[in-house]
T-cell receptor
Framework: EAGVAQSPRYKIIEKRQSVAFWCNPI?????LYWYQQILGQGPKLLIQ????????DSQLPKDRFSAERLKGVDSTLKIQPAKLEDSAVYLC???????????FGQGTRLTVV | GQQLNQSPQSMFIQEGEDVSMNCTSSSIFNTWLWYKQDPGEGPVLLIALYKAGELTSNGRLTAQFGITRKDSFLNISASIPSDVGIYFCAGRSGDSGAGSYQLTFGKGTKLSVIP
């Protein structure tokens, strides 16, 4: 069974630039999550989708972050404009449903300079 | 927001030794999870605990869900070099009606095993 796929693996941008991350969840998984993991910290949930609807985006900085999952499968997370403090690993995870355990992708390491 | 206090922050042990780490919170959780994260990888689920007092094993790993639902511990017996990594506890709570079960992670315990 293929795992959660994320791209790119690494990205370096200058502050105030825009960046987008892509995630392809495990086939058949209805729930998709985006987490932010700052160096030395545990992952923090940014947004949770159930199919193509948002279930929880309470910790998403909506002034600069946006995410979509238009067809209920792949998802993109965008940051516009990026700040230095956005430097982190962005992890995508998916699960069969809201009550099932989540499987994580390898993450995208973002460095904002 | 909810916070998890995970300790120790890091530990160095000799191969073959047993390891114990724990997680405490001021909030009640419905589920406790333990993950391991290797460098450059996403977290991998090790053990999931669903009931207060539950004790669950997965090979050399044993974890318990505290009676108060505010703590959990993870033990690793007879450590080996591949146990090296960062171990995260995570607590899950939420509103079943809203369908959101937000997972809160601790800051991790970095384990180093000396051969």
């Amino acid at each position: 069974e293929a795992g959660v796929a994320q791209s790119p693996r690494y990205k370096i941008i200058e502050k105030r630039q825009s960046v987008a991350f892509w995630c392809n969840p495990i086939s058949g998984h209805a729930t998709l999550y985006w987490y932010q993991q700052i160096l030395g910290q545990g992952p923090k949930l940014l947004i949770q989708f159930q199919n193509n609807g948002v279930v929880d985006d309470s910790q998403l900085p909506k002034d600069r972050f946006s995410a979509e999952r238009l067809k209920g499968v792949d998802s993109t997370l965008k940051i516009q404009p990026a700040k230095l403090e956005d430097s982190a690993v962005y992890l995508c995870a998916s699960s069969l449903g809201t009550y099932n355990e989540a499987f994580f992708g390898q993450g995208t390491r973002l460095t904002v300079v | 927001g909810q916070q998890l206090n995970q300790s120790p922050q890091s530990m160095f042990i000799q191969e073959g030794e047993d390891v114990s780490m724990n997680c405490t919170s001021s909030s009640i959780f419905n589920t406790w999870l333990w993950y391991k994260q290797d460098p450059g990888e996403g977290p991998v689920l090790l053990i999931a605990l669903y009931k207060a007092g539950e004790l669950t094993s997965n090979g050399r790993l044993t974890a318990q869900f505290g009676i108060t639902r505010k703590d959990s511990f993870l033990n690793i017996s007879a450590s080996i070099p591949s146990d090296v990594g960062i171990y995260f506890c995570a607590g899950r709570s939420g509103d079943s009606g809203a369908g959101s079960y937000q997972l809160t992670f601790g800051k991790g315990t970095k384990l180093s095993v000396i051969p």
